[in-house]
């Protein structure tokens, strides 16, 4: 059974007095511990799409099953919680706070469940070992590499140990070498972790390193190759 299914699932916006529809009917299956890349071009609908995945956002229309729960039939504070148990969040630019080390940056998922703070410091530095940042959970992000704080968002993400990562261009500021280590750590999460991982890019090369890829144009998802999509 799929972990993601999304069918005929539409987006719209009102601009103005203009309907805008981003999405405009998309069925989607992603598979348990699979690793999709899903590229478009900008405006594609890419990110919107990502975000009716997270529970972020809500379709207009469709339905949206995720971890076998139907997302519109949750209210907020259903899906707030639901969110927290279920989703991690790895973006482009790495939304940690300045004032904070690694390790409470990681924690932060952590503030909402019953865990003691032994408990959840414990979880931290186990997420931030499995990033390979271990010796850097004192340091604060501005003593921190690019690529060592987009590794702290990531154990951020994996630190409540939910089952599904979405990505929305992880690597996107990142220098190439940088961002193949951190393609390298979200294929070994989803081979060795289990984690399935959905991960918006534009970029052929990052898009390699998923199992399966699918292009995102006009609202509607196709199969292409990746020179299409680039």
């Known amino acids: 059974m799929a972990i993601v299914d999304l069918s005929e699932v539409r987006k719209s916006y009102v601009k103005g007095r203009e309907e805008v529809e981003v999405l405009t009917g998309i069925d989607l299956a992603v598979e ?11 405006g594609s609908g890419k990110t919107t799409l ?21 997302l519109a039939a949750m209210s907020r504070r259903q899906l707030a919680k639901w969110r927290s148990e279920n989703i991690g969040f790895v973006f482009q ?18 503030l909402l469940t019953k865990l003691s703070g032994k408990q959840r410091r414990s979880n931290a530095d186990t997420a931030l070992e499995i990033v390979g ?27 409540a140990d939910a089952p599904i990562l979405v990505c929305d261009e992880p690597t996107g500021d990142l220098d190439r070498d940088t961002a193949d280590e951190i393609l390298e750590l979200l294929e070994i999460l989803n081979r060795d972790h289990g984690k399935t991982i959905v991960m918006v ?8 390193h998923a199992r399966h890829v699918v292009h995102l144009d006009k609202g ?7 020179e299409e999509a680039a």
């Open 93 to 110: 630019f790495y939304n940690l706070l300045p004032v904070l080390s690694a390790r409470r940056n990681v924690e932060l998922p952590l």
């Open 32 to 42: 348990e511990a699979d690793f999709l890349a899903l590229m478009g071009p900008s």
């Open 201 to 208: 890019t534009h970029d052929p090369k990052a898009a390699s």
């Open 133 to 159: 940042l271990e010796d850097r959970a004192r340091h604060k992000p501005g003593e921190l590499s690019g690529g060592q704080q987009q590794r702290v968002a990531i154990a951020r993400a994996i630190v």
């Open 50 to 70: 990502l975000n009716i995945i997270g529970g972020i956002d809500s379709a207009t229309s469709g339905s949206v099953q995720v971890s076998g729960q139907d």
């Open 220 to 226: 509607q998802l196709s199969t292409g190759t990746d």
